[in-house]
């Protein structure tokens, strides 16, 4: 059977998005395309780490835990073939899937609901990054076509991360949704567009939340908090 390097496996509840407060099983895959600058899971991104693990012990292992939502997150989880069979199995076990990705990689998943985080500007890493990952993230990061193809093949959600205090930010994520919506040819609903301070303190996050209100009350779109940092902080398994 297929196997998937793992970095984490646990039970908490959804911190973000439309499903905020459900709870959910998390299996974190291990490995990314991209190198966010403000990345919060260097260990499955900057620095993967993990064993290899079978499908089956993975679909196991969710059903121990005995939540129907599972979170398949990273890492980016659409960069391995075998995360097809892990949707699979998972569906057969009557999970529901929530798939978190960059965006940057098609797979059609009939079923599954996808929670497309596009990453701006701001998440490059400096240019001196080793490996020529600048370059690499840049090249990238933004895949309004792939985007546009997820969101015709399956429920979503747009979910992107802002610095609000940060001038051309609002315009920065308008001018993407923009491009996504050209590739697509009709206008996104604002309600499945999200907006998430950046951040990994809950200080930070919630003064970032205060000035996204106004925003989101001027364009529809939803505030995101990420209700994990405020309750346990920036740890791991949460």
């Excluded at 459900?22 to 966010?36: A, D, E, K, Q, Y």
């Excluded at 990061?141 to 609002?170: C, G, M, W």
């Excluded at 491009?179 to 919630?206: C, H, Q, V, W």
Aim: charged share 20%; hydrophobic share 35%; proline share 7%.
């Amino acid at each position: 059977m297929s196997q998937l390097r793992i970095s984490e496996i646990f039970s908490s509840v959804q911190g973000e998005g439309g499903y905020l407060g459900v709870p959910s099983t998390f299996i974190r895959t291990s490995g990314c395309n991209l190198r966010c600058v403000w990345c919060d899971t260097p260990y499955a991104s900057w620095n993967p780490e993990g064993p290899m693990m079978a499908i089956k012990t993975l679909v196991d292992q969710a059903r121990e835990l005995g939540n129907n939502h599972v979170v398949l997150t990273g890492g980016e989880p659409m960069l391995f073939d075998p995360i097809e069979e892990l949707v699979t199995q998972l569906q057969a076990n009557n999970h529901t899937i929530t798939m978190e990705t960059a965006g940057t990689i098609h797979r059609n998943l009939p079923g599954t609901f996808m929670s497309i985080s596009p990453k701006p500007g701001h998440s490059a890493p400096p240019e001196s990054t080793a490996s020529g990952w600048h370059e690499r993230h840049e090249r990238t990061r933004f895949q309004p076509e792939v985007i546009a193809k997820l969101i015709t093949d399956h429920a979503y959600q747009l979910k992107f991360v802002v610095k609000p205090e940060e001038s051309n930010a609002i315009e920065e994520v308008k001018a993407m949704i923009a491009d996504i919506e050209l590739a697509l040819k009709y206008t996104i609903e604002p309600t499945n567009i999200f907006l998430m301070p950046e951040g990994r303190d809950a200080e930070t996050l919630n003064q970032r939340l205060r000035l996204l209100v106004s925003v989101c009350e001027n364009t529809g779109y939803r505030l995101a908090p990420r209700l994990q940092i405020n309750l346990f902080g920036d740890t791991r398994g949460t």
